[in-house]
């Protein structure tokens, strides 16, 4: 019984002691681990500063290693994946996060959202849209609305784009009038191209209504109207584009003239045509009113004296293109003593041509794209409205 009780009076303290090396031992791991995890992390982000992505991600895995609970760090693994066009393990990491139990609500909103740009940058439209349509009511939801209108301009499925638009608008993000007019706009090509007259009438009726004083309704309304033989409806309403939308009437001027003309109404076109030719002088209108002016010398004194006041090859082209549709010299100017030889004047009108071609283009003021058609819609970074309807030479 002795023997017994000595032993454990042995055994007692040095279970203790046991116990207080284990718990120092398993203090010291974790202050360990906790040190070497920062550390780790900030390496990633400096090596992420200096553009080493490669280091960066090396970086972020070993410290993902060491704590995968924390979601942080899958969340800056994620995003570089992503930003190297590593697509399928940024993917993967964010699909790790949505799968794990205990991910707070606001962090599995987060993945959500992560997992979306991914499949959106990896033109995985399909998962991307479904991906965004997961995220409404979250704290994303505008955010997800935002790519899911880019998504469907992307498809051409205007429809779910007036939805989509429409649905920002009423939560208040802000005016979307003009996109969705363009939308209804682009409805209406698709109904006439497929003969549906009615369908086409209805859309463009509701994209005047929700943007009376867009452009962009008023032009296609015009040239539908004179498409159809109804050149007066054509002016009439092309005239109410000359005052909401001055700058835009250089689109439909060249149609605005034939419209004119079929429906005997020269001389009235002639007057409001030069009233915003004095506001702002463009070759678009100079070269319109010259093809209602019947009298040739009246014809060229115009586009000569505009040459005189906007020397510019556009307009130096269309007084070389007029003296030699007439054959002459020009009545305000006396005929050169030894004028060119036919072939030398055709070789100077189409050197001429050829250096005013570049500028008679459209160019995107937000990224820059040159086109020689005026688009509503850059093909270069599909921004609405960004071409100024005025050509090169004129801006």
Known sequence: MDFELQWLLWALPLAFALGWVASRLDVRQWKREQKDSPKVYYKGLSFLLNEQHDKAIDAFIEAVQQDPDTSDLHFALGNLFRRRGEYERAVRVHQHLLGRADLPKSDRDRAQHALAQDYMKAGLFDRAEQAYTALAGTSFDTEARLALLDLHERARDWRAAVEVARRLETSGTGSFASRIAHYLCELTLEADAAQQTEAGDAALAEAREVAPRDARPLVLAGERAAAHGDHAEALRIWSTLMTVQPAAF???????????????????ALERLGGLYEQAPTIDLLETIASLQDDPAARQSLLVTHLREHPTMAAAQAVLATRAATGSGGASEPPASTPLPIAETSAVREAVRRAARPLHRYR?????FEAEHYFWQCPGCLGWDTYPPRRLEDQ
């Open 364 to 368: 995107c003021a937000a990224c820059g």
């Open 250 to 268: 250089n689109l439909v001027a060249r149609r605005y003239a034939a419209s004119a003309r079929a429906a005997g109404k020269e001389a009235s």
